[in-house]
């Protein structure tokens, strides 16, 4: 309309020619062409004859329209067609903009209901809420098929949606395992990969390439806050906030049965406007077309919930994938297990990570702000209890946690998911019955009702849940549960468990009922599963219990049942039998179970949260004799809360071996592993092996190390290749208690600096236990005997730089081995061997071995024991080379570290001959040194310093040096550098 404003005033009375016709008016006005024509005075006829000759194109009609009216107006001009037009579309500008005020008072005034306002007070229907829900933006770059698919690898509660032909390493982890983390940390470890945000305008900010992104899906765990999410989006697009180069935002419930049928745009704007005649419908839907969908965006909430699944071929299909509407805007929220499809189709993908741990405190005390004693009780129950502490990260699950401290008792509480949903359906009946006595004055309904209530709202849901309808009708609610009905009426409150939803349609608004959270239904479905016949509940065991959609019912079901459900043991033991003939007898798990991945992750939280004595040992046993590998796992919260468990609880107490390689358990894990094992009532647990190796741990997680290894008494730690740096090694070894059991402990591949790593070596000393000690890829220290260990070690390190070996004897054999494992390494510049029971026999060997490498630049070997002409007169290094090498009674030195020398002199009163000739150079601190390592011990009787630079000033330290050294009988400093100052 613009353009054909500036047109019209441009050229007013000019008479248009009709290319600039086809180019300008016809493409932006051909909807309108029959109304122009009017305007134009065409006659009736003529517009019936090119309505009939070109039927359905209205482009094509408004051409020839507009041909006949330059044809048969002479008086045609831009300023008559400018006001046709205006006259033609004001109806539909004004339609338009109220359809648009209808959208936003929708939004704005309609409240969504929600669990009843005056007995859930705390319920997460809140404008505040929003502000803790976090948003992790994933940057999806060059969306190669498998690249995009494998972003359905999405962890929902803690497993690993199966998808098929997509390796492992491909998938995109969840973030839900850093939930007890504080923001601060989250954000510095995923800045440089992923995008954390709390301001919903971040969802719609344009991408790298400054294009806006048209299709965008937010997963999240149940309870985390999708659907608030969208409430909050329609919302805030109806103040002006977001999008507001958007006339309407479309907010769609996909378990709204009536998005079923939709097959047209038109049938969309019919659905969720309510308007009153078909030319208005056909109008917005003109509009909308026109645009190609510009104008709107399409919220779709719980895309997991659409009965069936969205077919190819159904409308909302085809606008995800630009086949309709190319510039609509959509956003879809689903549980992370069902979207996995949608990937290939979303240009930008967000997780809701709910509450970090600054949010779960900042809502508690928010919540609880009047009795600052019931806050400080409420977090001391959290910590003490890692398992429910776990699931607050899920809002749902802290508001029902708030909800039953602030109802119920509060020095009981529940300890697991399945009891937090049994007190909440429990306590929200028992107090709805309790207003309704109030409100009606009906007389006092006891246990019995209460129970019949639950059986019967229980079968209703699992009927629902195996039909996968979350939304049902009036009629479908009373005719299972008549006593939740009200006689005056057509109104259901469900005792606050069901809950009414308003929809809008063509003949008035209608209601929908669902369950107050999808999570309630699953509880209430399997405190029904649990009531049925054995036969039946092994049938569901065995068709659903793999099924993603199942995963929060059985892990329910397990706990209501404590795991001691006949059918449930027998189909863990992998009998294919009927249950009915019980060939079962004893507990058993099918160890084919075990073994796959997916499905271990999910059975362990069901044993979890049976807490079965029986279950555990099973595990543990399975876990222990090398059945169960864990490596390779993404380890949650949840998880380690459940490794904890089966370690403390199966009664196992020593385990050889603790093995979660390139787990991928975060820091948080090991916290979380590290107070569960050292709160352990019932058993001090013993773990010879820790192996953490590519965990991607960082500072943050060095202390909990420590203290694993010091309450295991573990013997072997393996924490290569994580993200330590200096800071955390430095953390590590001093949290390391000098009492540990400690033998071996490789920490390589941890960016840890040279230097650092001689400081912690230095700091390690003081650990008699310690045998083998790697800090860095290129540096490894071995000592104390460590036996046949140095060699497996030795093999896992490829591009060592610095070997150290003190008070490991060897034979020839075990010495050629280690010899010609070290020497596999190119870049070997260091050397040191000490006290390694190197005999005569042994010598020419070792020459021989060090006469192929090419790098060695610092050598040192000390072998007291041995002859000094046996070791001095055979090993010949260049002359460019740092050598010491200390026999029995004469150590000869160039270009080494001269207070090293020292300290062995302190500790080995047998030298006596000091030679270090021909290679001091005359920095002063080199001489500082020298003179230090010669005054270290007065029994030393030659001391040969010959053609040396020491310079006068050197000369005059050394003499000072030799004052203190009365066994002294020769001394040899001659040398072109020390002429004429002999009398010094």
Known sequence: ?????????????????????????????????????????????????????????????????????????????????????????????????????????????????????????????????????????????????????????????????????????????????????????????????????????????????????????????????????????????????????????????????????????????????????????????????????????????????????????????????????????????????????????????????????????????????????????????????????????????????????????????????????????????????????????????????????????????????????????????????????????????????????????????????????????????????????????????????????????????????????FAFKHFLSGNQFSITSRLFREFHIDQRILQVKINRLRLFQCFKEAKNETMCKSVGESMQNNQVDLSGETLLPNHVVTLSFFLTQSYLLDWEKLDLSKCNMQDVGCGILWKELASSAKSKVRIKVMNYPGNKLSALAAPAIANLVQSCETEELYISNNLFGDEGAKKFTSHLSSDTSLKLLLMDGNNISAGVAEEIEQELTTTTSLHIVGITSHQLYVRNEPGDDIAEVLRCYTALSKFSMCNCPVDVEHLETILDLLFKNASLHTLHLSHIGLDKSMVKLLVTKLSSLRCLSDLSLAEPKLAADDVIDNISVSSTAKIAIISANKILARHSTYLEIAKFLRLHSSIRVLEIPKCLPQEEQFVDSLVTAIGAASWIQEVDVSQNQLGPIGVQKLAKAIKDMPGLKSLIVTGPAIIGHVGT
């Not at 209901?113 to 502000?131: A, C, N, Q, R, V």
């Not at 085809?318 to 309709?324: G, Y």
């Not at 946690?401 to 119920?408: D, G, P, R």
């Open 1 to 565: 309309m613009d353009e054909l404003q500036r047109l019209s005033t441009s050229k007013g009375a000019e008479r248009p020619e009709l290319g600039e016709l086809f180019e300008n008016v016809i493409p932006h006005f051909a909807s309108y062409w029959k109304d122009i024509g009017a305007f134009l005075k065409i006659p009736p006829e003529d517009l019936r004859v090119i309505d009939k000759d070109v039927p359905g194109n209205c482009k094509e009609c408004f051409y020839h329209m507009l041909d006949i009216w330059l044809e048969t107006t002479p008086s045609a001009s831009w300023s008559k067609l400018a006001e046709a037009v205006e006259s033609a579309t004001k109806a539909e500008r004004m339609e338009l903009a109220n359809t648009e005020i209808l959208l936003k008072e929708r939004y704005q005034n309609t409240r969504f209901t929600g669990p009843d306002e005056e007995i859930w007070p705390l319920w997460p229907d809140k404008p505040e809420l929003f502000t803790s829900i976090a948003l992790v933006h994933h940057k999806n770059k060059g969306k190669s098929t498998k690249a995009v698919n494998a972003m359905a690898g999405f962890r929902r509660n803690g497993n690993i949606s199966t998808m098929p032909n997509v390796l492992r390493r491909s998938r995109l982890l969840s973030l839900r395992q850093n939930m007890m983390r504080n923001s601060t940390e989250l954000t510095a470890e995923y800045l440089a990969h992923k995008t954390i945000n709390k301001n919903i305008a971040d969802i719609f900010r344009p991408t790298d390439d400054l294009c806006s992104p048209r299709v965008i899906l937010i997963d999240g765990a149940p309870g985390i806050g999708k659907t608030y999410l969208c409430k909050e989006i329609a919302y805030q697009w109806s103040q002006g906030q977001i999008l507001t180069h958007k006339r309407f935002l479309f907010l769609l419930h996909a378990h709204d049965p009536r998005l079923q049928s939709l097959k047209h745009v038109k049938d969309l704007v019919a659905l969720f406007c309510d308007f009153k005649n078909e030319e208005t419908i056909d109008m917005i839907y003109w509009h909308i077309k026109e645009t190609q969908g510009e104008i709107l965006t399409i919220v779709l909430d719980g895309y997991d919930e659409f009965y069936g699944g969205l077919q190819n071929d159904h409308l909302l299909s085809c606008i995800i994938r630009c086949e309709i509407l190319p510039k609509c805007g959509v956003v879809i929220t689903s549980r992370s297990f069902a979207c996995g499809s949608l990937c290939g189709q979303a240009d930008r993908r967000m997780e809701i990570l709910g509450f970090t741990s600054n949010d779960r405190q900042d809502y508690i005390q928010r919540a609880l702000e009047k009795n600052p004693d019931d806050i400080a009780r409420l977090t001391n129950y959290l910590d003490s209890h890692p398992t429910v502490d776990s699931l607050c990260y899920i809002p749902l699950n802290l508001t029902i946690l708030l909800q039953l401290f602030t109802e119920n008792d509060r020095n009981y509480l529940p300890q697991s998911r399945t009891e937090l949903y049994k007190k909440f359906v429990d306590l929200t009946i028992t107090l709805h019955i309790i207003k309704d006595e109030k409100m009606y004055k009906q007389p006092q309904r006891g246990d019995p009702f209460k129970g019949s209530i639950k059986q019967k709202l229980a079968q209703f849901s699992y009927n629902a849940l195996r039909k996968a309808h979350v939304v049902f009708s009036f009629e479908e609610v009373s005719r299972v549960c008549p006593e939740i009905v009200q006689n005056s009426g057509r109104t259901i409150h469900g005792f606050g468990l069901l809950q009414a939803t308003q929809h809008f349609t063509t003949n008035g608004p209608t209601l929908s009922f669902n369950f107050a959270h999808s999570s309630v239904q699953e509880y209430l479905a399997a405190y029904y599963i649990q009531s049925l016949p054995d036969d039946r509940q092994l049938d569901l065991l065995r068709d659903t219990f793999w099924d993603e959609r199942y995963l929060n019912t059985w892990i329910i079901y397990v706990g209501l049942t404590q795991g001691r459900s």
